[in-house]
């Protein structure tokens, strides 16, 4: 048996590469399962490195043949790469391997999707095309020739040689082998073209399967407004004469940044309004400015190694943010934002898995693709931004983009402009790269002779990651507001960096009403003793959209607290609150669906957890279940003329004005149907023209316990549409009943269209199990034992999947000792299967602490 026994890499340990790559050419001769890799590289000594070894990545590929400056050579090769002597200078390495695209179903390296040949590198993934170093920073330029019986051959950079079988791409910008990409298939274009503020004309085109061609429109129409923005917003402008996305089906994550040639999960890119909800066109638009925007930051500027990976996601999840913001609604788009922060970042940042934004060890780089990563990575860039200021923030990154243009850089470079730019020394700030954990932000008020003070104290909970936290810099915007709602105080920043620390307010006539933390400038957790009446005072009258809503969040949270755990019926405070807010007509409807969506039960699980009490989900569950039917009871006379503001008249447009409409519309009619047991959902369902609409309300009739007829015609419009039916079994799970959710999941996995090597569909199913709370969590440990066996079962097909889906159990020591018991020994059966990944061990080793 060969030792699998998984290695940690340390960010302390790196070196610099001992040669320099100048050029790469690869010759791919297509074959599903024996294709030909030729490479031929031009090596040079290093002079920066220290350590001259020759070692090549390579991991299942099959050595052919090896030549160095034309002579046959024998490296020496093992699972995970070669060694060779080489001759002192410049070299040329020539080399030819065998791989099997259609064997692939890791989907890492070369694979096949539905007949055509993709590929997926970032992080490691190049090292399973050919021997190469495979580490972000060598960058290298690339020329590949390809040579299929495909009609469409295309990789990195700029076309050479298009025929027939036979294709060569050059790309002229150096770049690391993580960004490479080939694509070769039966595909059709949807084409554009953009012209760059510097007037070159660039191709567009967006690569689909044959029948996706009316899918394609918005993509585009996406990525021609992010092209635009990125010029004007940061001055950068696109650089080569094509850019082209591909649509796959298989495919692990949501989309790939490779030059020139970026790969997106066809769900992250294909929509028609009868096939895609307002949701999949809003989350398209922002995958594509995000991989779009990677050109620049990632691609011309990259990352040293992977413990810099937030360098380049961290910024480029801030960037797809503004624009995000600049397109539709700021406010909402900020309280999508946090939610999703608290959602998915918050548990990881408490539990077992967490790790600084900046992480300083790994086994499996690709479990470190993570909300902390992206998510807190974005936050860490928005508190910076905010500390600096606009102008001086718009000044660092010219200096970045200008100073560090094809380089392979640091966060240290990265903060390096920032203090060169403003002469601060960031020091401290830089905690927030290196410590895990999220802050808690405690703070306490004091009212005396016409001053009025905030005292803060800061906590960082001490963990393996972090065993000695430090204070970290926190930017918290305050504003003061009167008895009458009137700001006295406009939004400042105070800028906190001790322990604890307190700032005065002078001359105020009388005691303000504070709002603490406005916008949410910091991922800290706010702890603050606060009234029913203030947060009622609030959600009536702050001037800052994100506060409140925040105000409005906490009533529910600790109304939905006390049912679950006391029976006490849903909070008045509450009740009258929302009620105002979803009459008020002035008000974007988006921003009221916002406000009157529940904190998940998950959140709750958490809160009562840090609360000292353990969360009992089926408890939470009903709760959720009580308040909801007591906000549309208590709702009832507004919710008719809510659900006629909120019709559309006129063809379907995914935009703000729509898309916000459709989202209010969507929570009255989850409201209504609670009181009219479905009659007005399974209108809606017959007459809905759009996905949006009649996902809803099959949604509402599933939730009602209705709708068995509804979820046959779906599937009877839909069987020949993989991403509607996706829908389909994602939203049963979804709106399946805690007692019955792991048995109804289990049938679906009985179902002919349930294709578990497919990770969408894979996600679509165990997924959407990890994600009904009190269903995932039944305490019979059916859910438990449920995605055990799939997870077992997925994870010598497809590690990578495997391995993010375990963090379902990373909350597990929130629960009853019954419940824990219960996955422990799922965990335990799990971590003792024979053959186990390395991605899979690594997870469930840290999960189980
Ligand atoms: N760089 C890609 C993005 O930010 C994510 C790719 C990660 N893939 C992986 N296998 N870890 O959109
Ligand atoms: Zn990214």
Redo the contacts with the bound molecule.
């Keep these: 048996m060969k030792d699998t026994a998984p290695q940690t890499i340390y960010l302390k340990d790196y070196t610099p590469f001992g040669f320099d790559v100048e050029s790469v050419h690869l010759t791919f001769d297509l074959s599903p399962n024996a294709t030909r890799v030729m490479s031929r590289i031009a090596f040079a000594p290093n002079p920066e490195a220290t350590d001259h070894r020759f070692y090549l990545h390579g991991k299942k590929l099959t050595l052919i043949k090896a030549a160095i400056n034309g002579e046959p050579v024998r490296p020496e090769v093992t699972d995970e790469g070669l060694t060779c002597p080489v001759p002192d200078g410049s070299f040329i390495w020539e080399c030819e391997v065998e791989i099997d695209p259609e064997g692939n179903t890791a989907l890492e390296g070369l694979y096949m999707s539905n007949g055509m040949y993709c590929t997926q590198c970032e992080a490691e993934g190049f090292r399973k095309i050919t021997y190469y170093p495979d580490r972000p920073d060598v960058m290298s330029v690339f020329t590949v020739e390809i040579k299929g019986p495909h009609p469409v051959l295309l990789s990195n950079g700029n076309p050479q040689v298009q025929g027939q079988g036979h294709a060569i791409w050059h790309d002229p910008w150096p770049k690391p082998a993580y960004l490479f990409a080939l694509v070769a298939g039966e595909l059709v274009a949807h084409s554009d073209s953009f012209t760059t503020c510097s007037g070159k004309a660039v191709d567009l085109n967006l690569y689909v399967r044959p029948g996706d061609e009316g899918k394609c429109a918005f993509g585009m129409e996406a990525l021609k407004k992010s092209m635009q923005w990125d010029e004007e917003v940061y001055g950068r402008e696109y650089d080569l004469d094509v850019f082209n996305i591909v649509a796959v089906d298989d495919f692990n994550m949501g989309a790939m ?1 490779n030059k020139g040639l970026n790969v997106f999960n066809s769900s992250a890119v294909l929509a028609s309004p009868e096939t895609a909800t307002d949701g999949n066109f809003e989350r398209i638009e922002a995958i594509i400015a ?2 779009y925007f ?1 050109n620049w930051t ?1 691609n011309r500027i990259t990352c040293r190694d992977w413990f810099q990976l937030c360098l ?2 961290g910024l ?2 801030y960037r797809d943010s503004q624009f995000t913001s600049d397109l539709r609604s700021a406010a909402v788009k900020r309280i999508s934002d946090v939610i999703d922060l608290r959602a998915r970042q918050f548990p990881e940042d408490q539990g077992p898995l967490a790790h600084p934004v900046r992480p300083e060890s790994f086994q499996e780089i690709n479990n470190f693709y993570t909300a902390t990563v ?1 998510e807190k990575g974005a936050e860490v860039i928005g508190m910076l931004k905010r500390l600096v200021g606009d102008a001086d923030y718009a000044r660092a990154l010219d200096l970045y983009f200008a100073r560090h243009d094809g380089q392979a850089c640091t966060i240290e470079d990265w903060l390096q402009v920032f203090e060169d730019v403003t002469d601060r020394d960031l020091a401290q700030f830089k905690r927030w790269y290196s410590q895990a954990g999220t802050p808690r932000l405690a703070v306490r008020d004091e009212w005396k002779d016409g001053t009025y003070t905030l005292h803060f104290s800061q906590s960082l909970p001490a963990s393996a990651a972090s065993p000695d936290p430090q204070p970290q810099v926190i930017p918290i915007s305050v504003g003061l507001l009167d008895p009458n709602g009137d700001e006295v105080l406009p939004t400042r920043m105070l800028e906190m960096t001790e322990a604890t620390q307190s700032f005065a307010f002078e001359g105020l006539a009388a005691r303000p009403v504070p709002s603490i933390l406005r916008g949410f400038s910091a991922p800290v957790v706010l702890d603050r003793d606060v009234g029913t009446a203030e947060r009622a005072f609030l959600l009536a009258h702050d001037t800052d959209p994100f506060n409140r809503w925040e105000a409005g969040r906490a009533l529910a949270r600790e109304t939905l607290m006390a049912m679950a755990t006391t029976g006490a019926p849903a909070g008045a405070d509450y009740l009258d609150g929302m009620l105002a807010v979803l009459r008020d007509a002035d008000l974007d409807p988006a921003y009221r669906a916002l406000m009157l969506g529940q904190p998940s039960q998950s959140e709750l699980a958490a809160a009562l957890a840090e609360a000292g009490t353990t969360p009992d989900p089926d408890a939470i569950w009903q709760a959720s279940e009580t308040l909801a039917l007591a906000m549309a009871q208590h709702a009832q006379d507004v919710l008719p003329r809510i659900l006629a503001e909120c019709r559309v008249d006129g063809p379907y447009r995914p935009d703000p004005d729509q898309t916000s409409k459709r989202a209010l519309g969507g929570r009255a009619l989850s409201l209504v149907t609670r009181l009219d047991g479905g009659t007005q959902a399974a209108a809606q369902y017959a007459a809905a023209d759009n996905m949006t609409l009649q996902l809803s309300a099959l949604g509402c009739l599933l939730a009602a316990g209705k709708g068995s007829a509804e979820v046959a015609a779906f599937y009877d419009q839909w069987q020949d549409d993989r991403l509607v039916i996706d829908k389909w079994f994602g939203m049963q799970i979804a709106q399946a009943v805690p007692d019955k959710a792991a048995t109804i999941v289990a049938a679906l996995t009985e179902h002919a269209d349930f294709n578990w090597k497919n990770p969408n569909r894979f996600r679509a199913t165990l997924g959407a199990l990890t994600m009904n709370h009190a269903g995932f969590h039944a305490a019979d440990g059916s859910g438990y034992r449920l995605l055990a066996d799939w997870l077992i079962r997925l994870d010598p097909v497809n590690p990578q999947t495997t391995a993010r889906m375990c963090s379902a159990f990373q909350t597990w020591r929130r629960y009853d000792s019954d419940r824990q018991s219960k996955i422990g020994t799922e965990l335990e059966r799990i971590a003792s299967t024979a053959g186990l990944s390395p991605d899979t061990t690594e997870m469930i080793t840290r999960i189980r602490g």
């Design positions: 940044e995000h991989e990677h990632g380049k996601e480029t999840v992206y």
